[in-house]
């Protein structure tokens, strides 16, 4: 039985992940800043652990690894889904401080350092068929697509991309997979505000497969990931996008 961290868990595409995780075995141990008692109740079963806290936290970064070890034993895979957009949506001209570094802060700098974390707990592991661990970010269409009214977002998830080349170079040679998923419009929470403008946008044909992305979408790409399904692929960006990322005349 393996056992993963999912940070970013209460809803959305994390809830969906660790769903799909539950589903196929596993054990999970998440953190959000929500309540336990905010969870969907098909969570909470015996191969589930949770820790309320924040991804921007090095403290609660470090409960929250303590909690995967002293509950399963070890961790065997990471998926990183925590992230935020800002507050308010600025034009780049008027950004704030404030917006950049609280977006930053969660979804890049708290990123990296759950995965180090995680990545010096992995190489303890006894590999399995030459394999430590896996590990799996969130990063997004807008790591290469221009929104100048949350530049904070799209710089945050760049940063993102990095990381997992950075992380998949590092970790390759102890046997630790490291890739990333960009999904492109997804039906969330963090989307509900754009919603007409989003369907106005596919129906007149910015994807070629015409329909909004679904949470379980992106969490079937994260399960094939580190499912052991592809034991040669590291620091790939998966594109859960529709065809967004195609070029067409």
């Known amino acids: 039985m393996r056992n993963f961290i999912v940070c970013g868990g209460s809803r959305g595409i994390g809830a969906a992940v660790i769903k799909r995780l539950l589903d196929e075995g596993c054990c999970v141990t998440a953190m959000s800043r929500s309540d336990i008692s905010k969870l969907p109740e098909e969570m909470l079963c015996e191969r589930f652990a949770y820790v309320s806290g ?63 974390a995680v990545a010096r707990e992995m190489i303890k592991n006894e590999p399995v068929n030459g394999i430590r661990g896996y590990i799996c970010s969130t990063s997004s269409i ?82 094939t990931l580190c499912s052991g399904a592809l034991p040669y692929v590291t620091g790939q960006s998966v594109e859960v996008d529709g065809g967004f990322h195609i070029r067409r005349l």
């Open 54 to 116: 924040d991804l921007s936290s090095s403290e609660d970064r470090k409960r929250l690894v303590e909690k995967a070890i002293e509950t399963f034993g070890r961790i065997d895979g990471l998926v990183n889904v925590a992230g935020i957009a800002p507050r308010q949506r600025a034009d780049l001209l008027e950004m704030s401080e404030e917006s950049y570094d609280e977006v930053m802060n969660i979804n890049t700098k708290g990123t990296l350092f759950l995965m180090q």
């Open 142 to 223: 807008s790591a290469y697509t221009s929104s100048v009214n949350r530049g904070e977002y799209c710089i945050s998830k760049a940063g993102v991309t990095m990381i997992t080349k950075l992380f998949a170079d590092r970790l390759a040679e102890y046997g630790v997979m490291v890739n990333e998923v960009r999904p492109g419009i997804i039906s969330t929470d963090m989307t509900e505000k754009v919603k007409d403008k989003y369907d106005a946008l596919i129906e007149g044909g910015l994807l070629p497969i015409k329909r909004w992305g679904t949470p379980e979408d992106v969490a079937s790409a994260v399960w």
